[in-house]
């Protein structure tokens, strides 16, 4: 007996929503400044950022930092992204930048137009300080929003 099983697939096209492209294209292929401070868009983008409390060592750590974006006034259903980059401080005065944006995380915004994203990022080297800076952006690339935030300690100094 031979039998045969034939899957079919459902393909779902919404209408209005375009195809989801990762923001980080955006931030790559439009001539944007990675260090140089901006915002465009009509949604408001609010950065705060901490250092670590390390519970276990009882202090609060400079090579780690909390960030929280809160994002309102942007368009429902909109999908959001946050990346890190660095400026590398080498012990012989000079910096030099990381060549690629590290993704910190993203989100969906809701019906009244809101989005919260929690997340953190820490020091990638070892030896050297790191000023960080951080890129939102939405699917669309409409919205964008570049700052620096703080300097954080090398890892051997944690």
């Known amino acids: 007996m031979l039998v045969f099983v034939v899957k ?12 989801r492209q ?9 001539n944007i400044d990675p260090f140089k401070p901006m915002q465009k868009g009509s949604a408001s983008i609010k950065v705060t ?4 409390y390390d519970s276990f ?3 609060t750590v400079c090579c ?11 368009t429902p259903g909109d999908y959001f992204e946050v990346f890190a980059n660095y400026i590398i401080y080498y ?23 809101n989005l919260l994203i929690t997340t953190g990022v820490g020091n990638p080297t070892e030896d050297y300080s790191v000023e960080v800076w951080i890129a939102i952006a939405d ?17 051997k100094g944690c």
């Open 91 to 113: 012990s012989a005065g000079s910096g030099g930048y990381a060549d690629i944006w590290e993704r910190l995380g993203s989100g969906v915004v809701d019906a009244n137009g």
């Open 64 to 74: 780690v930092l909390d960030i929280n974006v809160e994002i309102t006034g942007a």
């Open 49 to 52: 950022s901490d250092y670590y």
């Open 57 to 59: 060592a009882r202090k």
């Open 22 to 30: 990762s923001p980080l294209k955006c931030l790559i292929q439009s």
């Open 139 to 155: 699917s669309s690339c409409e919205n964008v929003y570049i700052a620096k935030l703080q300097q954080l300690c090398a890892r």
């Open 8 to 19: 079919s697939s459902v393909l779902e096209i919404k209408v209005g929503q375009p195809p």
